[in-house]
């Protein structure tokens, strides 16, 4: 069974321009979570899709970030404009739905992104 | 909100010795689960052990074990006869088991190095 992939590995771009970030779930898990660790701190939880459907938003930082999830696949992280306290690497995260608690969350290798 | 802190930045041991990693939390639930994750250099993050804290048994995966003391919000992770591929940067995570809520909360890392 294929794992959480995520894509790209890493991207430098310049400040002011658009990334996208694109993860895919292990197939038939419904929970996707998106993360980000800025470099040297915690992990932090930016926002969490039920299928199609933002469930929790809450983490996201500002409106200069927009995910989707269209059909309740793979999902996409955008950041436009991108600025320099965006560097870090996102993280996404998928999980099984089934009794609260009981989901473990399953990690892609992150994507690091460099904002020059 | 809950908060988790690992206190050890980095730490370093000798093949086959046994290392403890330590993680506190804070919260005012009573039902949650904790977990540690491990990311090998340029590697994925993988789950090494979780724990439900209505369980009052420590968890334990081969090698790994973990000391839960929930009266003192404390959750060790214990790693014995380490090995070379234990070195990793571990993350400890809390999570509320509520539907549509389940994000994980870390800790700021332990970078564990396995020294031949």
């Known amino acids: 069974e294929a794992g959480v992939t995520q894509f790209p590995s890493h991207s430098v771009i310049e400040k002011g321009q658009t990334v996208t970030l694109r993860c895919d779930p292990i197939?038939?898990?419904?929970?996707l979570y998106w993360y980000r660790r800025v470099m040297g701190k915690e992990i932090k939880f930016l926002l969490h899709?039920?299928?199609?459907?933002?469930?929790?938003e809450s983490g996201m930082p500002n409106n200069r970030f927009l995910a989707e999830r269209t059909g309740g696949t793979y999902s996409t992280l955008k950041v436009q404009p991108a600025e320099l306290e965006d560097s870090g690497v996102y993280f996404c995260?998928?999980?099984?739905?089934?009794?609260?608690?009981?989901?473990?969350?399953?990690f892609g290798p992150g994507t690091r992104l460099l904002v020059l | 909100a809950q908060t988790v802190t690992q206190s050890q930045p980095e730490m370093s041991v000798q093949e086959a010795e046994t290392v403890t990693l330590s993680c506190t939390y804070d919260?005012?639930?009573?039902?949650?689960?904790l977990f540690w994750y491990k990311q090998p250099p340029s590697r994925q993050m993988i789950l090494v052990i979780r724990?439900?804290?209505?369980?009052?048994q420590n968890a334990t995966e081969n090698r790994f074990s973990v000391n839960f003391q929930k009266a003192a919000k404390s959750f060790s992770l214990k790693i014995s006869d380490s090995q070379l591929g234990d070195t990793a940067m571990y993350f400890c995570?809390?999570?509320?088991?509520?539907?549509?809520?389940?994000?994980?909360?870390f800790g700021q890392g332990t970078r564990l190095t396995i020294n031949p």
């Open positions: 995260a998928s999980s099984q739905r089934g009794l609260a608690g009981d989901e473990t969350q399953y």
């Open positions: 197939s038939g898990h419904d929970n």
């Open positions: 899709f039920v299928k199609e459907s933002k469930q929790d």
């Open positions: 919260t005012s639930e009573n039902n949650y689960y």
């Open positions: 724990q439900e804290a209505y369980k009052q």
């Open positions: 995570a809390f999570m509320r088991p509520i539907q549509g809520a389940q994000k994980l909360v």
